[in-house]
């Protein structure tokens, strides 16, 4: 068996700093009956989901306190995305559909500092000792693993793995540092609101301006975000349903899921994310995702468009689109049109499709860039 299907504790753990708080002070218990198995009658598992205040903030005040309220623990852009595509009428099943299906993939302190997330049945990720910057393929991975994390470490052979992770040997943490995992995220309606939220520019500032030395960058700058000429292809998923079978137990079921490139308007431009062109994935919602729990719950599903902005986790310096002018213009193919669009979600992505006299047509210039990317 690997590892983390072993329940063990490492003496190393009993001489760190959190080995030396009594089991009893997080897990509950009954430390004073010898029987071992009454003294686990009230044993909590994770004792820090749903609240970690009682656990973690003596040491960790501020992070405890924010913990519920942040991305992982509440997922609040599915919860409110669900909120807006329904008017509420049968806000008691949407709910209940909510938090038997979508709820479950949640992450708690423990479930990223000690064990994997129960997403994935847990285990510890080293005998109970406390990860201060969680190993990214048995945390991240765990509840990122079929669309981000795939394509950041390049699983699908047809595809280049990031230039981040291949060339600099970075993991999620290096741009997903514990200031943005910590946030509250009480207000957001997507998660490229959270402020913490990186961006490429946090590092690569010298884009931003006009005399970095690249053509490109001048011509583009502003209109197109970056993963547009930088990214390679996405996940895309489609047609999901959820229910539950003949024995009560939940699941989910998605038609299909295709790697795809497509270019779209920017629904939701705003100060962090005004380009007018982004990247854009397929999201499997759809109007029948909750007719188990009753009809037309989502009687305001086109509020909300289905392929939404995304930030592909594919990077390359150098990708088949910026070799030259028109290796993108020109080629319609790229962009997102009423043609990939089934005719029950034109409405929804009405604001995201890019009309045909906006697709930008041949150029004279049309040689290859030079080795190095620059014009």
Same mark, same amino acid.
């Given at each position: 068996?690997?590892?983390?299907?072993?329940?063990?504790?490492?003496?190393?753990?009993?001489?760190?700093?959190?080995?030396?708080?009594?089991?009893?002070?997080?897990?509950?218990?009954?430390?004073?009956?010898?029987?071992?198995?009454?003294?686990?009658?009230?044993?909590?598992?994770?004792?820090?989901?749903?609240?970690?205040?009682?656990?973690?903030?003596?040491?960790?005040?501020?992070?405890?306190?924010?913990?519920?309220?942040?991305?992982?623990?509440?997922?609040?852009?599915?919860?409110?995305?669900?909120?807006?595509?329904?008017?509420?009428?049968?806000?008691?099943?949407?709910?209940? /559909?909510?938090?038997?299906?979508? *709820?479950?993939?949640?992450? =708690? $302190?423990?479930? %990223? !500092? @000690?064990?994997?997330? +129960?997403?994935?049945?847990?285990?510890?990720?080293?005998?109970?000792?406390?990860?201060?910057?969680?190993?990214?393929?048995?945390?991240?991975?765990?509840?990122?693993?079929?669309?981000?994390?795939?394509?950041?470490?390049?699983?699908?052979?047809?595809?280049?793995?990031?230039?981040?992770?291949?060339?600099?040997?970075?993991?999620?943490?290096?741009?997903?540092?514990?200031?943005?995992?910590?946030?509250?995220?009480?207000?957001?309606?997507?998660?490229?609101?959270?402020?913490?939220?990186?961006?490429?520019?946090?590092?690569?500032?010298?884009?931003?301006?006009?005399?970095?030395?690249?053509?490109?960058?001048?011509?583009?700058?502003?209109?197109? /975000?970056?993963?547009?000429?930088? *990214?390679?292809?996405?996940? =895309? $998923?489609?047609? %999901? !349903? @959820?229910?539950?079978? +003949?024995?009560?137990?939940?699941?989910?079921?998605?038609?299909?899921?295709?790697?795809?490139?497509?270019?779209?308007?920017?629904?939701?431009?705003?100060?962090?994310?005004?380009?007018?062109?982004?990247?854009?994935?397929?999201?499997?919602?759809?109007?029948?995702?909750?007719?188990?729990?009753?009809?037309?719950?989502?009687?305001?599903?086109?509020?909300?468009?289905?392929?939404?902005?995304?930030?592909?986790?594919?990077?390359?310096?150098?990708?088949?689109?910026?070799?030259?002018?028109?290796?993108?213009?020109?080629?319609?193919?790229?962009?997102?049109?009423?043609?990939?669009?089934?005719?029950?979600?034109?409405?929804?992505?009405?604001?995201?499709?890019?009309?045909?006299?906006?697709?930008?047509?041949?150029?004279?210039?049309?040689?290859?860039?030079?080795?190095?990317?620059?014009?």
């Amino acid at each position: 068996m690997e590892l983390y299907q072993k329940i063990y504790v490492k003496p190393a753990f009993l001489e760190s700093e959190h080995g030396k708080i009594p089991c009893r002070k997080c897990h509950g218990g009954d430390a004073a009956n010898p029987d071992w198995q009454k003294a686990h009658d009230d044993v909590v598992r994770d004792a820090t989901f749903p609240d970690p205040s009682a656990t973690c903030s003596d040491c960790h005040e501020e992070w405890a306190a924010a913990a519920p309220s942040g991305l992982h623990y509440s997922l609040r852009p599915m919860r409110a995305a669900l909120e807006r595509r329904s008017s509420g009428a049968h806000a008691d099943r949407r709910d209940m /559909a909510f938090e038997r299906h979508c *709820a479950t993939c949640h992450a =708690s $302190c423990g479930q %990223c !500092h @000690v064990s994997r997330p +129960d997403y994935v049945n847990g285990g510890f990720l080293a005998g109970h000792l406390f990860q201060e910057r969680p190993p990214m393929d048995t945390t991240c991975a765990s509840c990122h693993g079929g669309r981000v994390h795939g394509e950041y470490t390049g699983a699908d052979d047809a595809y280049e793995a990031d230039t981040h992770y291949i060339d600099q040997e970075m993991t999620c943490m290096h741009c997903h540092p514990s200031a943005e995992m910590h946030a509250a995220a009480t207000e957001v309606e997507t998660r490229f609101d959270l402020p913490e939220l990186p961006g490429c520019p946090s590092c690569h500032e010298s884009v931003r301006t006009e005399n970095n030395g690249n053509r490109f960058h001048t011509v583009h700058g502003g209109r197109l /975000a970056c993963q547009v000429c930088h *990214a390679q292809a996405a996940k =895309s $998923c489609f047609g %999901c !349903h @959820v229910g539950t079978d +003949d024995a009560g137990l939940p699941y989910f079921k998605c038609r299909e899921s295709r790697m795809m490139l497509k270019i779209g308007r920017n629904p939701r431009p705003s100060e962090k994310h005004p380009a007018e062109y982004v990247m854009v994935r397929h999201a499997p919602v759809n109007p029948q995702l909750l007719d188990r729990y009753g009809k037309n719950l989502l009687d305001r599903f086109d509020v909300l468009p289905t392929w939404k902005m995304s930030a592909p986790h594919s990077i390359q310096r150098i990708t088949e689109r910026n070799r030259a002018c028109n290796k993108c213009h020109g080629h319609a193919e790229l962009f997102l049109t009423d043609a990939d669009l089934e005719p029950w979600e034109r409405s929804a992505n009405a604001q995201v499709v890019v009309p045909e006299d906006r697709i930008p047509v041949p150029v004279d210039h049309t040689e290859a860039l030079p080795k190095g990317g620059q014009p």
